[in-house]
């Protein structure tokens, strides 16, 4: 989704999804009779929308050399034991999976922070880019805009990326506070915090996530980190991306997320291709972890930002009989399109950065859909999305300014919000879940002065912990 064009030699990266990357992005230029199903499977590609721009290498023609067409990368070439005792599995290809020793829990990768000045040279802008990867919004994430008067910028700057390597003139606009913003993005709002206050926090919560590679040393989530592993990752790839860091904030961050007590078991595995196989044997590996953790540390959602209604994804049905068996072993999986009660779907709401999330005020069309037909978003559920500050995959106590969101961070959000009614109620059902958040979900008047559904937290544990009870 970002503009960054980072030219990394490694990367997992679909070539072919390249032409429906932006399609979150370009749903401004769409008609506003898009449908439902149309939101949805524009957001399946999600994760490569957040990344494609992050983790390009500008390479296509050495990464083709290494695609299925070419290379079987089922085939394993060898299988070995680390001398930490991780178990390694190298496939043709040049990729690999990486597990935790026999009997134990490991961090068995610790990538690399990002660094965008040695990928991209010159950081320093003699002006403002026009467009930061889109037309609707601009990304000046580690730029050096010191040389450029901003005083009558306020606009722009207020749709702008940026983080905290972003080196700002002294000419900015009055209004432009940007302590303000990290504050209010870092804010999960919804008056989630209330909840946390009342110890409600997912503690003792298991949410695992499927996502890139993490930094996993963070200071917003290294210490509910429990376990991190690696399926199908090209082997001599150590790079964080910024996907990763974001979700994991968004689940379980100590500053930004629903649920900041909650344990994370995070697992990078390849799905940026079209062929959903490796993600298939994630969930898989999740339910074989959860099996061996005591019964009140439990496992009991997975985040995955993506979407499943894409007909030219390839092995959909092995992610979703993967899924079946998550659920009967007591494990709910939420995903890009997931409904809730009454057909409900869930939905990203906008917000002025300058605003404080928990007022339901604060509150406006999600940047992606802002376009859309009122009854393509009527009966969805909205959850915060835009005007969000995580964990930036650039160092670990660096955080990033996202204008702009997508269903990728709705996900992790869902998540936790079910890791809190877990810890409330651990009887929970997915689908009792799922028919409390839009029985329970508030109404909000938008500037287009149409009511929408919005996600009511505190209404939700209330109803959660009366069910069963």
């Keep these: 989704m970002k503009k960054l064009s980072i030219v990394l030699a490694l990367v997992l990266l679909l070539t072919a999804c390249t032409a429906n990357v932006n399609n979150i992005e370009k749903q401004k230029d769409e008609s506003t009779t898009t449908t439902v199903e149309n939101v949805e499977t524009e957001t399946n590609n999600d994760l490569s929308n957040k990344s494609v721009?992050?983790?390009?290498?500008?390479?296509?023609?050495?990464?083709?050399?290494?695609?299925?067409?070419?290379?079987?990368?089922y085939n394993v070439v060898k299988e070995y034991t680390t001398p930490e005792g991780y178990k390694v599995i190298e496939y043709e290809g040049g990729y690999a999976t990486t597990l935790s020793s026999a009997n134990s829990l490991d961090i068995v990768k610790t990538p690399n922070?990002?660094?965008?000045?040695?990928?991209?040279?010159?950081?320093?802008?003699?002006?403002?880019?026009?467009?930061?990867?889109?037309?609707?919004?601009?990304?000046?994430?580690?730029?050096?805009?010191?040389?450029?008067?901003?005083?009558?910028?306020?606009?722009?700057?207020?749709?702008?990326?940026?983080?905290?390597?972003?080196?700002?003139?002294?000419?900015?606009?009055?209004?432009?506070?940007?302590?303000?913003?990290?504050?209010?993005?870092?804010?999960?709002?919804?008056?989630v915090r209330k909840l946390h206050e009342k110890g409600i926090?997912?503690?003792?919560?298991?949410?695992?996530?499927?996502?890139?590679?993490?930094?996993?040393?963070?200071?917003?989530?290294?210490?509910?980190?429990?376990?991190?592993?690696?399926i199908h990752i090209l082997k001599d790839d150590n790079t964080a991306r910024m996907h990763g860091s974001a979700v994991a904030s968004i689940a379980v961050g100590k500053n930004v997320s629903v649920a900041p007590e909650s344990d994370l078991y995070y697992i990078a595995a390849d799905f940026y291709r079209e062929n959903l196989y490796w993600v298939a044997e994630a969930i898989d590996r999740i339910i074989e972890i959860n099996k061996t953790l005591p019964e009140n540390k439990k496992i009991r959602v997975i985040?995955?930002?993506?979407?499943?209604?894409?007909?030219?994804?390839?092995?959909?049905?092995?992610?979703?009989?993967?899924?079946?068996?998550?659920?009967?072993e007591g494990?709910?999986?939420?995903?890009?399109?997931?409904?809730?009660?009454g057909g409900y779907g869930l939905v990203g709401a906008g917000r002025n950065?300058?605003?404080?999330?928990?007022?339901?005020?604060?509150?406006?069309?999600?940047?992606f859909w802002r376009d859309a037909s009122y009854t393509v978003i009527k009966y969805n559920i909205l959850v915060s999305m835009d005007c969000r500050c995580v964990a930036s995959p650039t160092g670990e106590n660096k955080y990033v300014f996202y204008y702009s969101g997508g269903m990728s961070w709705v996900v992790p959000y869902v998540a936790g919000m079910y890791a809190l009614c877990c810890q409330v109620n651990p009887n929970i059902t997915p689908g009792e879940f799922a028919k409390a958040v839009q029985r329970t979900a508030s109404k909000v008047i938008f500037d287009d002065g149409k009511e929408y559904n919005i996600l009511n937290p505190e209404a939700l544990i209330n109803r959660i912990k009366e069910i069963n009870n």
């Design 331 to 341: 494990i709910y999986t939420i995903v890009v399109g997931t409904k809730v009660g």
């Design 353 to 367: 950065p300058l605003d404080d999330p928990n007022d339901l005020d604060s509150y406006t069309k999600g940047y």
């Design 53 to 73: 721009s992050d983790t390009n290498t500008g390479n296509d023609e050495e990464y083709n050399n290494t695609s299925e067409d070419t290379v079987n990368t």
């Design 113 to 191: 922070p990002l660094d965008f000045k040695e990928i991209e040279g010159n950081l320093k802008l003699d002006e403002l880019p026009e467009n930061g990867g889109t037309e609707f919004f601009h990304d000046l994430s580690s730029r050096d805009l010191s040389s450029i008067d901003l005083t009558d910028k306020l606009d722009y700057l207020l749709t702008a990326d940026f983080d905290d390597d972003t080196v700002w003139p002294d000419s900015l606009p009055k209004e432009f506070d940007i302590d303000k913003i990290k504050e209010y993005g870092m804010d999960p709002g919804l008056g």
């Design 303 to 328: 985040s995955i930002s993506m979407g499943l209604s894409d007909s030219e994804l390839k092995n959909v049905d092995l992610v979703k009989e993967a899924m079946k068996r998550a659920e009967d």
């Design 201 to 230: 926090t997912g503690k003792g919560v298991g949410i695992a996530i499927i996502d890139q590679p993490l930094l996993v040393n963070h200071e917003e989530y290294r210490d509910q980190l429990k376990l991190y592993e690696q």
